[in-house]
């Protein structure tokens, strides 16, 4: 990237560039874990409300009305599959297993998918 | 062990990532091989003598997780000295105060047979 | 055929531009590079680099349809239309599609891509093993086209601390190498936040290397070998 006094252009329009399925699996694995950091305080809360009382703990499953309930479920559902696929795919890729571009490509692939699939089922028991 | 300045954030990534991996796997499977989860289930997993250490670990796993990414983020979308060592306290500051709060709940329950 | 090409003339313009252009392509034009060339008879204003014209120097190295490629080995067959040609993301426009390589090339040099070897010279030379030559495929190969390192987002924040894909591979060329004495200084210079560990592993880099190299592969064997020596 140009430096600061550097008047000279510089190409990175993000959205003019195409990127690879493992590029977009790759960055869904930071925002899904920016998200998961977020959850972390209210999961920390959420555990100590679970142990105060059998009343606390029947609260916490109605503690959001029902279209947030649904809606942050369902994004949490998403972001933690994603994450956790994600994360096992690159453990593994670490120590050499589905390295190969090919399946590098197709891993990603079924991280996305599965994900998104976590994320329907969520949103169903939600709605059901 | 010998840790290096560069690698060490890569193995803390990999290692509680491994940890979380695990605690996950053996909670899901405790949870699903007995009776549905009511309270008195829930409070007896975790004030237990082992489910405690065990939901303090994860979370200690999850934290550390947490702080090697988020710096990860940082360290690249965000230039500014400045601004960099503001959103990095805070990211520190919220993972601590997730720690501390986790050990005193589970310190204030913890109640192991006998 | 129609292509559409960003333009910047430092003198001139302030800010660049694209410019579309139509051309029909000859008969013995067979690569992007044949259309570019036929192009510049048309506007001899049209700047980019190109030499070898076979994929071995690796200066036509440019954005092509949002991928990073050898204008010289994409083939016109199958160029989806208009043809979109940028310089390679991240990197300093110089004029139109030539970019400034100089931090590319000082990484490149930081990483000392030649043979050290504080032994006493052999007699002949320095003999290997058909197994210890084989270690160096898949590295050698690198012409340094930067296609990688400009198409991988690491690089692109940290295009001044983190040694790029090009960079590392060519540096897990001389680790690989059995006559090399110079590992442990050369994992030192490596062990860092931003020199290798900026690496997400998101592939780009072997997604678009022309020569079908794998410049992740190679610093996933950096990391392993960080960790061997650490363990």
Redesign the interface.
Known sequence: MAKPGDARPVFLDLFRIRFPIGAIASILHRASGVLLFLALPPLALGLEMSLRGEAQFEALRSLLPAPWRIVIGTILAWAATHHLLAGIRHLLMDVGVGSALGTARASARAVLAIALLAALFAAWRGLS | MRLFRGQRAWLVQRISALLVLALLAAGGLALLLGPPLDHARWHALATGVHGGPLIMLLFAALCAHAWVGMRDIVLDYVQPRALRLSVLTLVALVLFAVLVRVLLTLAAHFAPPG | MKLSI?R?N?ETDD??RMQAYEIEPEAGDKKLLDVLMRLRTVDDSLSFRRSCREGVCGSDAM?I???NGLACLTALAGLKEPV?L?????????RDLIV?MTQFFAHYHAIKPYLINDGPPPEREHLQTPEQRARLDGLYECILCACCSA?C??Y?????KFIGPSGLLQAYRFIADSRDTATAERLDY?????????C?????C??VCPKGL?P??AI?RI??A??QR??
């Open positions: 960003y910047f430092p800010r660049p954005n349809n949002g991928r979109v940028r310089p390679l993301p991240g990197f300093p426009v110089i400034d198409f987002p690491s692109w924040w940290n295009p001044d490596l062990d860092d936040v931003y020199r290798l560990y900026r997400r592993t998101i592939m780009n072997t997604e794998s992740s592969h996933e990391r392993l960080l960790l650490s363990s």
